[in-house]
């Protein structure tokens, strides 16, 4: 076995390591400055248009699509260590290096089954960072974990137009507060009757300003909005009415697309939520060793050892699992890496919740505060425990397979 990274791999990691630390993170305390300073709290602070600019300057831009001609062409064993780096700084250094969910998934999604008109009029520009995206899945009515369960419909024109017209309440709609979010990818049901569940979903394309959209409000998480992504809004579609050249892919294709789109969406979490982890034990360190209680540091307090020792074996058993599923979904493909997938997105989300939980802690009424970033990542990590599928779907999925071997 050989544990080290590629020659190009490495390379990208030290120079993503240092625009991390001359751009990024000193860019933090800024964006929040600014973003105060807007005349509404979605707007794109400059710093981050900045940020931007900076990253395709230095040629670390849209790192994640493996489509050389789209993106940077790594595989996922070559991005899943750039990618935990982003996920020390998670709101501003997916979005300077176009790397930002739901906008990643929405490009995978049309790279790979969107028309040439499709990804002409929509790809382009987000590979280009000109605009933002949606991705309208999840309902307030329905139990979303399971996806067969989606009421919206998508349904064909009375007037035999061959024009869809939608109608649905979605939620959690991330990305769908930014200004400059253009396009939605929605799910709903073409054939709600239909004899196989798996085939009565299609997607969908609706631009931001079609009549009939209306975003309604931005739904907290724990509190935070979320704003350098977008936030996640509650949206309705009444009689939205686009063009049959809008669907993507086939009708009834819309289950398959979900799930072709999720895997490297689960991973990229991952990988992101292992440098929020990695961030944490960093900001653990750094009290400990400059705080005193009980007349000596916290440092050499057993208990503090304890969560710093474990946060260390926890990320690196982690960092393991993911890098096995990225090589796995490399050489196997998506399917045959489905039980790694699922295991780490069983074991990261929890794991990192409770590194957080331990730094929040010892950094006692700061760790809840705006003053340290452990709040807010303890808020986005408890979320990816429900984002792409609860734990408990993975774990039900996980067991089956499992049990099958001995059945």
């Not at 809004?233 to 999720?262: C, D, H, K, S, T």
């Not at 490297?264 to 960093?282: K, Q, S, T, V």
Request: hydrophobic residues 45%.
């Amino acid at each position: 076995m050989d544990f080290a990274f590629d020659a190009r791999t490495e390379e990208l990691r030290a120079r993503l390591l240092a625009f991390m630390d001359a751009h990024v993170l000193p860019a933090e305390a800024t964006a929040d400055e600014q973003r105060a300073a807007l005349d509404s709290p979605w707007q794109t602070p400059p710093v981050v248009e900045e940020l931007k600019a900076e990253a395709r300057r230095q040629g670390l831009w849209n790192l994640f699509l493996p489509d050389a001609e789209l993106g940077a062409g790594l595989t996922n064993l070559q991005y899943a260590p750039l990618a935990e780096i982003t996920g020390r700084s998670p709101q501003l250094a997916p979005t300077a290096l176009n790397c930002a969910a739901p906008d990643t998934g929405n490009m995978e999604v049309l790279a790979q089954f969107g028309t040439a008109a499709q990804r002409k009029e929509w790809l382009e520009p987000l590979l280009a960072g000109e605009i933002r995206s949606a991705f309208a899945m999840t309902e307030p009515d329905v139990a979303s974990s399971d996806a067969t369960n989606i009421e919206t419909r998508i349904e064909k024109a009375a007037d035999g137009s061959g024009d869809y017209v939608v109608n649905g309440r979605k939620w959690y709609i991330s990305g769908a507060m930014h200004p400059d979010c253009r396009i939605f990818i929605v799910m709903g049901k073409t054939d709600p009757d239909g004899a196989d569940i798996r085939r009565q979903q299609s997607m969908i394309l609706v631009p931001r300003d079609t009549p009939g959209l209306t975003v309604r409000r931005a739904m907290q998480v724990y509190g935070y909005e979320d704003h350098y992504h977008g936030g996640h809004a509650e949206v309705l579609f009444e009689n939205v009415r686009v063009p049959a050249a809008n669907l993507v892919g086939e009708e009834g294709g819309g289950f398959a697309i979900a799930q072709a789109r999720l895997g490297p969406g689960r991973i990229h979490h991952c990988m992101r939520l292992i440098g929020m982890a990695e961030r944490a034990i960093e900001l653990m360190c750094r009290r400990a060793v400059s705080r005193e209680a009980f007349g000596k540091p916290l440092a050499q307090q057993g208990v503090v050892q304890e969560w710093i020792a474990d946060a260390r074996v926890a990320v690196e058993q982690l960092r393991l699992l993911v890098l096995k599923t990225a090589w796995l979904m490399d050489t196997v493909g998506n399917k045959g890496a489905h039980t790694e997938i699922q295991a780490i997105k069983i074991a990261t989300p929890r794991t990192v919740v409770d590194i957080l939980d331990k730094a929040v802690q010892l950094h006692g009424a700061g760790g809840v505060s705006q003053d340290f970033p452990l709040a807010e990542l303890w808020a986005a990590a408890r979320t990816l425990r429900l984002a792409d599928g609860p734990d408990e779907v993975h774990q039900r999925s996980l067991a089956r397979r499992e049990l099958k071997r001995y059945r």
